[in-house]
């Protein structure tokens, strides 16, 4: 049987599968992407592929803290778009 790797979402602090989550990056020119490979070079943080959840991230700017730098308005409406 093979191992499921684990990650954290960075609001709700579920560990869940990585098929489960949408990771985001910021690479090393300090642009935030949103790497749906999950193979992006730079500092990453996980979401659960929630509604809710991208609305908190979006209001308590836990992104920023996380990623280090500013998280633009369009970084969630592209999240959004994902989800839906």
Do not use: W
């Amino acid at each position: 049987m093979k191992k499921i790797p684990l990650r954290t979402c960075v609001i709700s602090k579920e560990k869940l599968p990585k098929s489960e989550l949408i990771r985001v990056v910021r690479n090393t020119e300090g642009n935030v992407i949103i790497d749906e490979t999950g193979k992006a070079n730079g500092r990453g943080a996980y979401l659960k592929k929630d509604l809710t959840i991208i609305e908190k991230a979006q209001k308590s700017k836990a992104l920023n803290r996380h990623l280090e730098v500013d998280v633009k308005e369009e970084v969630f409406d592209e999240l959004k778009k994902i989800i839906k």
